[in-house]
């Protein structure tokens, strides 16, 4: 198997509290970050790319990008505009654990041997559903070397980002909050920066 810089798995809550405008925009805003200039440069410098893939979640989980690798402009292209035209494949409630471990059990299936292996959890509430508790996946994950980090958007759960912190990012992750749907887009573009950022630190090590 080929090595890469970054396994990542997009984890894009589609719950009963997200509407279809707001289902619209993390889906465009993940889009609009991946073909951002400075982010597509900065991504398609690292050795051996990257794997991703993109999975809804609610109290069930559905595919939208299988793993895919990106090591070219066109490739960035194929992701984006796969989640442009996505169609919203469930509403339900909100089993954030449930979707974390299948995020850690996905990386077993990366197409590449990464650097590092990174799960993003995107939501806009607590995890209220499901057999597994966010706090035990990420004590697993950690233990297995990968790291989530958050993306919570604010909306009738003002301290959704506490929530995260607390319960579902890992010791080496950390939580960017989307102040609301409206500004996803700009902060999954920091975030995308600061996941390389790290990447970058860590070979360099």
């Known amino acids: ?22 289902y619209e925009l993390q889906h465009t805003g993940v ?17 051996g790319g990257m794997a991703i893939t ?61 650097v590092r292996k990174v799960i993003d959890v995107s939501g806009d509430g607590r995890n209220n559903d499901g057999s597994v508790a966010p706090d035990d996946v990420r004590v697993r994950a950690h233990a297995r070397g990968i790291t989530i980090n958050g993306l919570p958007i604010r909306g009738d759960e003002p301290d959704v980002a506490d929530y995260y912190r607390a319960h579902v990012v890992t010791e080496d992750g950390f939580v960017i909050e989307a102040k609301s749907f409206d500004d996803f887009a700009v902060a999954i573009r920091y975030k995308l920066l600061m996941e ?8 360099a090590e």
């Open 1 to 22: 198997m080929n090595a890469c810089a970054l396994a990542l798995v997009l984890l894009i809550d589609v719950s009963g509290s997200v509407s279809p405008e707001r």
């Open 31 to 47: 889009a609009q970050a991946l073909t951002d200039p400075h982010v597509q440069h900065v991504l398609l410098s690292q050795p």
């Open 54 to 114: 993109v999975i809804e979640w609610s109290d069930r989980r559905h595919v939208v990008v299988p793993w895919h690798m990106v090591q070219s402009a066109d490739d960035v292209s194929a992701v984006a505009e796969t989640l442009r035209g996505a169609q919203r494949s469930m509403t339900g409630s909100t089993a954030m654990g449930d979707a974390m471990a299948e995020g850690v059990a996905t990386l077993d299936r990366a197409p590449c041997e990464p």
């Open 196 to 203: 390389i950022s790290a990447l970058e630190r860590r070979v």
